[in-house]
Protein backbone atom coordinates (compact mmCIF):
# COMPACT_ATOMS: atom_id res chain seq x y z
CA UNK A 1 0.00 0.00 0.00
CA UNK A 2 0.64 3.33 -0.41
CA UNK A 3 1.49 6.08 2.58
CA UNK A 4 -1.20 8.38 1.19
CA UNK A 5 -3.86 5.59 2.45
CA UNK A 6 -2.24 5.28 5.67
CA UNK A 7 -4.91 5.97 8.12
CA UNK A 8 -2.68 9.15 10.04
CA UNK A 9 -1.52 10.89 6.84
CA UNK A 10 -5.28 10.34 4.79
CA UNK A 11 -6.72 12.82 7.01
CA UNK A 12 -3.41 15.40 7.10
CA UNK A 13 -3.82 14.88 2.94
CA UNK A 14 -7.72 15.44 3.05
CA UNK A 15 -6.98 18.83 5.43
CA UNK A 16 -4.56 20.74 3.13
CA UNK A 17 -6.97 19.76 -0.05
CA UNK A 18 -9.82 21.31 1.90
CA UNK A 19 -7.09 24.46 3.01
CA UNK A 20 -6.27 24.72 -0.97
CA UNK A 21 -9.87 24.88 -1.94
CA UNK A 22 -10.28 27.42 1.00
CA UNK A 23 -7.75 29.57 -0.17
CA UNK A 24 -8.86 29.58 -3.63
CA UNK A 25 -12.21 30.91 -2.84
CA UNK A 26 -11.04 33.51 -0.67
CA UNK A 27 -8.52 34.69 -3.38
CA UNK A 28 -12.10 34.80 -5.38
CA UNK A 29 -13.89 36.32 -3.08
CA UNK A 30 -11.13 39.11 -2.65
CA UNK A 31 -10.64 39.95 -6.38
CA UNK A 32 -14.27 40.11 -7.11
CA UNK A 33 -14.20 42.69 -3.79
CA UNK A 34 -11.91 45.01 -5.28
CA UNK A 35 -13.61 45.10 -8.74
CA UNK A 36 -16.44 46.06 -7.00
CA UNK A 37 -14.89 48.60 -5.05
CA UNK A 38 -13.33 50.13 -8.42
CA UNK A 39 -16.62 49.95 -10.35
CA UNK A 40 -18.46 51.90 -7.25
CA UNK A 41 -15.42 54.39 -7.25
CA UNK A 42 -16.18 54.69 -11.09
CA UNK A 43 -19.83 55.19 -10.78
CA UNK A 44 -19.40 57.86 -7.75
CA UNK A 45 -16.90 59.90 -9.84
CA UNK A 46 -19.21 60.40 -12.50
CA UNK A 47 -20.12 63.63 -13.66
CA UNK A 48 -23.32 65.35 -12.48
CA UNK A 49 -23.68 66.97 -15.95
CA UNK A 50 -22.73 63.93 -17.97
CA UNK A 51 -25.62 63.14 -20.02
CA UNK A 52 -27.57 59.32 -18.83
CA UNK A 53 -28.11 56.59 -21.13
CA UNK A 54 -31.74 56.33 -22.23
CA UNK A 55 -33.45 54.22 -24.22
CA UNK A 56 -36.79 55.10 -26.29
CA UNK A 57 -39.64 52.99 -27.64
CA UNK A 58 -41.69 54.80 -30.05
CA UNK A 59 -45.14 53.29 -30.82
CA UNK A 60 -47.01 53.93 -33.68
CA UNK A 61 -50.83 52.88 -33.87
CA UNK A 62 -51.41 51.55 -37.25
CA UNK A 63 -54.89 53.67 -39.07
CA UNK A 64 -57.47 51.65 -39.83
CA UNK A 65 -58.13 52.28 -43.39
CA UNK A 66 -61.77 51.95 -44.35
Do not use: S
Not at 26 to 31: H, N, T
Amino acid sequence: MTILLDAGVAIYVAMAAALVVWLGVFVFMWRIDKATQALAAQIANREEGAPTPRARVDIKKEVAHE
